[in-house]
């Protein structure tokens, strides 16, 4: 199975009960993005997740590995040039450097578990900036436009609800899913019930949930953050 497909279901898509933290590229304008998104505290990964989105708006299926800060300062001209355009037609003019260069679709999922569990281990920062690329990117291949920026728990981390909630979908077990109080899911945390039909309807099909990578992404030492969840049915 080549890679692409296999992140089709990155949970972050699509939310369909509660949205926290989205952003719609088609109603953001330039000046916001550049006054109140690059101010935030992960602009670098909405940076990446922004230049995995628009790679694949232009029908490619290539990762730049070098062409990042170039993405970030030509976008970041766009806007400034002109504020009052939405970031989504600010992206079709940018076209990113073909620095170092690798092509998704030779690159199968036991070749990417087996390098990004290694850099997890030695550069975790990376690890997960790579993540948001996949996200946008998978995100750009759905036809969306949305960047959920939400996940699994936050505001505040929790990642023992966020573990019993990864391990009932892989198991599968439903009764377990359903169990979860409803005092657990308010707030963001709120997004987690976007996973519970998706897993439910996955699980209809015959399909069987591969946890790729979860990351707990802690901004403050008192626990406040996102954690964030990628898999794929299959």
Not at 7 to 27: H, K, Q, S, Y
Not at 98 to 122: I, Q, W, Y
Not at 132 to 141: E, R
Not at 150 to 178: N, S, W, Y
């Amino acid at each position: 199975m080549r890679f692409p497909g296999a992140l089709l279901f990155l949970v972050c898509l699509g939310p369909i009960l509660c949205r926290a933290g989205e952003l719609n590229l088609a109603t953001l304008s330039c000046d916001k993005y550049e006054n109140e998104v690059l101010t935030a505290a992960d602009s670098i990964n909405t940076v990446m997740w922004l230049f995995g989105y628009s790679v694949a708006k232009l029908g490619e299926h290539v990762m730049y590995g070098d062409a990042l800060t170039s993405f970030g300062f030509a976008l970041d001209a766009e806007c400034k040039n002109n504020p009052s355009t939405s970031l989504l037609e600010a992206m079709t003019s940018i076209r990113p450097k073909r620095d170092k260069p690798m092509d998704l679709t030779t690159l199968n999922c036991a070749t990417f578990e087996s390098r990004h569990v290694a850099m997890v281990g030695t550069d975790p920062d990376s690890a997960n900036t790579i993540m948001m690329w996949l996200f946008g990117y998978s995100v750009g291949q759905s036809g969306s436009h949305l960047f959920d920026a939400g996940g699994l728990t936050h505001f505040v981390i929790d990642e023992e609800l966020d573990q019993r909630i990864l391990k009932a979908m892989q198991a599968p077990d439903e009764a377990a899913l359903a169990a979860i109080p409803e005092s657990y899911l308010q707030g963001n945390t709120c997004e987690i019930r976007n996973w519970m039909p998706l897993s439910v309807g996955m699980n209809s099909l015959g399909k069987k949930m591969t946890l790729v990578d979860y990351v707990a992404c802690y901004r403050t030492e008192a626990g406040t953050g996102s954690a964030m969840g990628f898999v794929y049915w299959q």
